[in-house]
Nanobody, 124 residues
């Protein structure tokens, strides 16, 4: 059984950097041909794909967030991380890490396993 577990700070001040870690069990993040994404959902809004790291270590980002986002991985710990710089209250959301089975036009899709999510509030 594949499981994903997010870990984050809960509360971040405006202009700071948000860092989230996803720990994966039951599957390797280097296994062909999966893509490991971060997806968020602000209160009362829809899902927003932020970016992904692929099985080979390559990364892809949403154009709207690319300038502020970095995704990396630690294969020894089977983890991948999200850094979002210069956060504002508009970045308040539930953040999920997700496994996807494909990539098209630079965006991961075919999601099969989701973490339960971690809430992040941006407030002073």
């Amino acid at each position: 059984q594949v499981q994903l577990q997010e870990l984050g700070p809960g509360l971040v001040k405006p202009s700071q950097t948000l860092s989230l870690t996803c720990t994966v069990s039951g599957a390797s993040i280097t296994a062909n041909y999966y893509y490991w994404s971060w997806i968020r959902q602000p209160p009362g809004k829809g899902l927003e794909w932020m970016g992904a790291v692929g099985y080979g270590g390559s990364t892809w980002y949403s154009p709207s967030l690319k300038s502020r986002t970095s995704i990396s991985r630690d294969t020894s710990k089977n983890q991948f991380t999200l850094q979002l710089n210069s956060v504002t209250p508009e970045d308040t959301a539930m953040y999920h890490c997700v496994r996807g089975g494909g990539l098209v036009d630079g965006k991961a899709y075919d999601y099969d396993y989701w973490g339960q999510g971690t809430p992040v509030t941006v407030s002073s």
